[in-house]
């Protein structure tokens, strides 16, 4: 980036606990980065990862009886995790709004779509419901749904599953947030109609200047869209940095067993997939020490001590102590 | 060399709503004309997007629902009705599917479900047990530790390795992967392919792998059946497909994958719209009103799947010659 730009987003040391019958889940531990203005950052991991908790702490939409959320996480410069009801029921949807993975279970369906924006709309900015239509058929005609003004009548399951995504993205960006939280927002879509969302989210972001913050498992859909990312594991931000540079050239043992795992395109038959053993990690307990190391093949004794805070050098941080091992690095090249 | 699995003009049509007269209104057509043939040893891989009917041709091969019309054969037998019993079509040839947890069923242990179908197919108590615990450890999974779980004890990797052992049990010669590895996480999934590749090796398997993933398919299939709506719009050897798609719609499939690395980031092929309903596709061609070199003649005549030479088919006007399209590229010169 040639301009200093200002962060819309800082998390410090986010730490996320879910009581459950059985005990508490760690979900997230210690999870700290920035996302600066027009910025998009991947937030990439497998499942349990900790990488929707990071995502839904941004608008505190975790059941607030049985979380427990410490840290810092600043939006705008406001500290959301310290925010009253009315304040964060103000900034939900104005300042941070969120595309989830199932656009189905997000809508209401006895409202009709441009009713839905609408609402949105009039909430935050009191204006007129003839003002506030006006602004939802202006928001269905950028995301490029065909025959807007008709569908604005339409309800939910009257859409295919790309228009209803597309009708999300709608909502979301109805009242121009400065940050958008992505939540797997094209999993459940079909490959022909993924990139149409992919490449509609990067120029709605181009047009309107917000950043994004998206959570995939998917490496591809990352690399399309994102210029940053966080690769996540038991919880943690294991790695993080410039898009290419952490994918091209990774630094933490599993981000390169990540990679070295995924079929790529043009791939030899012949080729064995280098597969990472064992699973990931339960999260019953807090877990200091590295999470992944009973998986690595790198791992020492050292590894099972609490690990001391990430290294951070060219722009990069990576949470491994034996990340900049020469021996290590020589392995993952 | 004659093929193991031999399937010509696979039909299901599902009738949605009725008149009072008990007539149906309108009639989803989820599988049309599906043929095939795959040889022993090899891997036939099935992709297209959700409803374009890989998975209800699975079934029907499975007879887990009958088919409209059409005829599956093993080594020349015929199944179905009329012919050898579905019982013995489900011995030779066993399914894996999506959901490894609820294709167990919940109440039995690891090794009653896997022993449940030697038992059933004669095999004695004794034998059943040890074949649970051989096929456990060949899957990767301690028997000692595993054979008394259920189902939910254990996590969706460990359960697909189950539901791979369990298909195994009775000694399959073709094995059905339905999106078999789809919901596991990626570095689990780089282990389940590994496997199935072992175990095709060593008890001589034929698979037929079915999946959107692209790039598995690529790595796993040895030809390639790409479906469009109920129908198959171009198969053949997976290197040539990949390398050089015949059909539209397979090129902006193939073009829509995003890059696995940030060096080999591309511009896409973008398609308008979504995948139609199958209830009442379109006519002529049913990838017309998407497709970007559409012409007259493809909204009107259906492009029957045509033989273009090197073991390749395809289903598309633009590659028949006389179809009455303006352009017709044969395979070879197009790029």
């Known amino acids: 980036m040639t301009r200093v730009a200002e962060n819309v987003v800082e998390v410090r040391n986010l730490n996320v606990t879910f009581k459950g019958e059985e005990g508490s889940i760690y979900a997230v531990t210690d999870v700290s980065f920035d996302l600066a203005e027009g910025e998009t950052l991947a937030l990439l991991g497998e499942s349990g990862s900790g990488k929707s908790v990071t995502l839904k702490s941004l608008m505190r939409l975790h059941p607030p009886h049985k979380t427990t959320i410490t840290g810092q996480v600043r939006v705008a410069g406001q500290e959301v995790l310290s925010m009253d009801a009315a304040t964060l029921a103000d900034m939900r949807g104005k300042l941070v709004s969120m595309v989830f993975q199932e656009p189905m279970l997000a809508f209401d369906p006895v409202f009709t779509i441009g009713d839905q924006i609408a609402e949105a709309v009039i909430r935050h900015e009191g204006c007129s419901y003839e003002a506030a239509r006006n602004r939802a058929l202006e928001m269905m005609e950028r995301v490029r749904i065909p025959s807007a003004r008709k569908r604005l009548d339409a309800y939910s399951h009257e859409m295919s599953g790309g228009m209803r995504q597309r009708a999300m993205i709608a909502l979301a960006l109805s009242c121009r947030p400065k940050v958008l939280l992505a939540d797997e927002p094209t999993t459940a879509l079909d490959a022909t109609v993924q990139i149409q969302v992919l490449l509609l989210l990067k120029e709605l972001q181009k047009e309107l200047g917000m950043s994004i913050l998206f959570v995939t498992h998917d490496v591809g859909v990352a690399i399309e869209v994102a210029n940053k990312t966080a690769v996540m594991y038991g919880g943690r931000i294991i790695e993080q940095g410039p898009i290419d540079q952490v994918l091209t050239d990774p630094w933490h043992p599993y981000t390169q067993g990540l990679l070295a795992a995924t079929v790529y395109p043009g791939m030899d038959r012949q080729e064995r997939l280098v597969a990472i053993p064992g699973s990931p990690p339960r999260l019953y307990r807090p877990i200091r020490e590295c999470a992944f190391a009973p998986r690595c093949s790198y791992a020492t004794e050292a590894c099972k001590q609490p690990l001391p805070p990430p290294m951070v050098s060219e722009g990069r941080m990576v949470h491994c102590i034996r990340a900049k091992d020469p021996a290590v690095l020589a392995a993952i090249r | ?335």
Not at chain 2, 4 to 26: A, D, H, W
Not at chain 2, 177 to 197: I, T
């Open chain 2, 1 to 335: 060399m004659t093929a193991l699995l031999e399937v010509e003009g696979l039909k299901k049509y599902y009738p949605v709503g009725k008149t009072l007269r008990g007539k149906p209104v309108q009639v989803v057509k989820a599988v049309e004309n599906v043929s095939f043939a795959v040889e022993r040893g090899k891997t036939l891989g099935i992709v297209g997007e959700s409803g374009c009917g890989k998975s209800t041709t699975a079934r029907l091969l499975m007879h887990l629902i009958p088919p409209d019309s059409g005829r599956i054969a093993i080594d020349g037998q015929e199944f179905g009705e009329g012919r050898r019993p579905v019982n013995e079509l489900r011995r030779r040839m066993q399914m894996v599917f999506q959901d490894s947890y609820a294709s167990l069923n919940p109440r039995l242990t690891i090794e009653d479900s896997i022993a449940f179908g030697p038992r059933i197919n004669g095999a004695s108590e004794s034998q059943s047990r040890r074949k649970a615990r051989d096929l456990l450890a060949r899957v990767g999974l301690d028997p000692d530790h595993f054979i008394r779980r259920y189902p939910h004890e254990l996590s969706g990797g460990q359960r697909q390795r189950v539901n791979i052992a369990r298909a195994l049990a009775i000694e399959p010669e073709i094995v059905i992967l339905d999106e078999a590895v789809s919901a596991l996480d990626k570095s689990v999934q780089a282990q389940v392919l590994n496997l199935l590749a072992d175990l095709k090796a060593e008890f001589h398997l034929t698979y037929l792998f079915i999946s959107h993933d692209l790039n598995v398919v690529q790595y796993v299939s040895d030809e390639v059946l790409v479906m469009y709506l109920g129908q198959v719009v171009e198969s053949g050897p997976v290197e040539k497909l990949y390398a050089n798609p015949a059909h539209p719609y397979t090129r902006a499939l193939l073009s829509a994958l995003p890059a696995q690395r940030p060096s080999e980031r591309k511009t896409h092929i973008v398609l308008q719209g979504d995948p139609p309903n199958p209830i009442s596709p379109p006519a002529g061609c049913r990838f017309h009103p998407r497709c970007p070199v559409a012409e007259a003649v493809c909204g009107q005549v259906e492009p029957p799947l045509s033989d273009v030479g090197s073991g390749r088919f395809v289903a598309c006007h633009m590659r028949i010659p006389g179809s009455g399209y303006s352009n017709v590229q044969p395979l070879e010169v197009a790029v």
